[in-house]
């Protein structure tokens, strides 16, 4: 049977239209919550107790930490707690490329990166940004050199934008920690 060209618009439409649908919930299906904050504050900062911190920016603070790691700070209010021997566990989040990405950053008494972990990740793909060895490069760095990706960070094909931004995220938060946090 002929199929004449309107008839045959009308299906390609639907079934493109339906593949779209099928697509946008494929995408939600990814989505992972690899850790609680619980969790997360177990595996960096093991058993030593962490004290809630009311943190708020003030506009000169958010100004400088700007200048200093040439990264917009979106929120005024951080999620930190202070450590007993005074380092820092920062609850954070930056966009992946379409989603939000939840971290977590520990942070010694001298504002370098103790550790990271990925808590939510919501994006369809660059999840290799979890695995320890990529995490691990962030350790021991500190406000003293803004990281660069592909540089002192290596970048993992498939995940660029996700790496750019956490990149940006670790760098925005060694400034807060030299800006406002190293002065509690």
């Not at 004449?4 to 299906?29: C, E, M, P, Y």
Request: hydrophobic share 40%; proline share 1%; net charge positive.
């Amino acid at each position: 049977m002929a199929m004449d060209r309107r008839t045959f618009t009308k299906s390609i439409a639907s079934f493109l239209t339906s593949a779209a649908g099928l697509s946008l919930f494929h995408t939600q299906l990814y989505a992972r919550q690899y850790l609680t904050v619980e969790q997360a504050k177990t595996i960096l900062w093991g058993n030593e107790k962490l004290e809630p911190q009311v943190v708020k920016l003030t506009l000169a603070q958010r100004k400088a930490i700007r200048e200093g790691s040439k990264i917009r700070v979106r929120r005024s209010n951080l999620q930190a707690w202070k450590s007993q021997s005074g380092g820092w566990f920062i609850l954070d989040y930056v966009i992946g490329k379409h989603e939000y990405i939840d971290y977590a950053i520990a942070l010694e008494k001298n504002g370098a990166v103790r550790g990271l972990e990925i808590l939510h990740y919501r994006e369809s793909y660059g999840g290799d940004v979890r695995h320890k060895r990529w995490r691990n490069q962030f350790s021991g760095h500190s406000h003293t050199t803004n990281l660069r990706l592909n540089k002192e960070v290596m970048s993992i094909t498939g995940a660029t934008m996700s790496c750019r931004h956490l990149v940006e995220g670790v760098n925005r938060i060694n400034h807060t920690w030299k800006v406002a946090l190293s002065m509690l």
